[in-house]
């Protein structure tokens, strides 16, 4: 299965900023997800991540609130723009396991607080 | 698009009964049906998975069933444990040549009393 980590693991932040969320993959992946989570909800997808070309978002978020790099085919950000406290969230990256390429494995998130 | 709709919300069952969840998907397309595991503050875990030339699969004490005809799939735990007390998300996905992206459930949250 792949390995993924996160950074930060959690932030406070004030109303206004911006955070950018890090995602690595111990393999070669060409697709990474990213999720939210609000509290006690379940697993929302933000957008997906290709190497090498812009990020697909799903209905409801934008690239300029919600803006993705993709640099190489084991790393991608998120940064969440000009945040709210409607923002406060777990944010996750998820890749599929490159061996099969049909299980999806999930980093340990992001737990993000808008003040 | 696809929705994946999930049954309970909470379940809560003494140890060493069975728990059943049940989900529900709309596009009859989908052929990937995975389930996670997610214990308080960690991420959530793959625990098994069904794809949709297989009605059922088993792995020691979990089970997932499917009904491809009706559009359902299930969960299936036995002899529950505390340690299974968790929140459990179905999903439901199209694969084929590409990678198609998940759809979760709403989520269960199991609750296993010793």
């Known amino acids: 299965s792949a390995v993924i980590s996160q950074k930060p693991s959690r932030d406070i932040c004030q109303r206004g900023t911006s955070l950018t969320i890090q995602c690595q993959v111990d393999?070669?992946?060409?697709?990474m997800f990213w999720y939210r989570q609000q509290p006690g909800q379940s697993l929302t997808l933000i957008a997906t991540a290709n190497q090498g070309s812009e990020a697909t978002y799903e209905s409801g978020f934008v690239i300029d609130k919600f803006p993705i790099s993709r640099p190489n085919l084991t790393f991608s950000t998120l940064t969440v723009s000009n945040m709210s406290p409607e923002d406060s969230s777990i944010y996750l990256c998820s890749a599929p396991d490159r061996g099969t390429y049909n299980e999806q494995f999930f980093g340990p998130g992001t737990r993000l607080t808008v003040l | 698009g696809e929705n994946v709709e999930q049954h309970p919300s909470t379940l809560s069952v003494q140890e060493g009964d069975s728990a059943v969840i049940k989900c529900t998907y709309s596009d009859s397309a989908s052929n990937y049906f995975p389930w996670y595991k997610q214990e308080l503050g960690k991420r959530p875990q793959l625990i098994i998975d069904?794809?949709?030339?297989?009605g059922e699969k088993k792995d020691q004490r979990i089970a997932v069933t499917l009904n491809k005809t009706a559009k359902h799939f299930s969960l299936h735990i036995t002899e529950t444990q505390p340690e299974d007390s968790a929140v459990y998300f179905c999903?439901?996905?199209?694969?084929?040549?590409?990678?198609?992206?998940?759809?979760f459930g709403k989520g269960t949250m199991l609750l296993v009393s010793p």
């Open positions: 999903a439901a996905s199209k694969r084929g040549s590409g990678y198609s992206t998940l759809t």
């Open positions: 393999s070669q992946v060409t697709m």
């Open positions: 069904i794809r949709s030339n297989v």
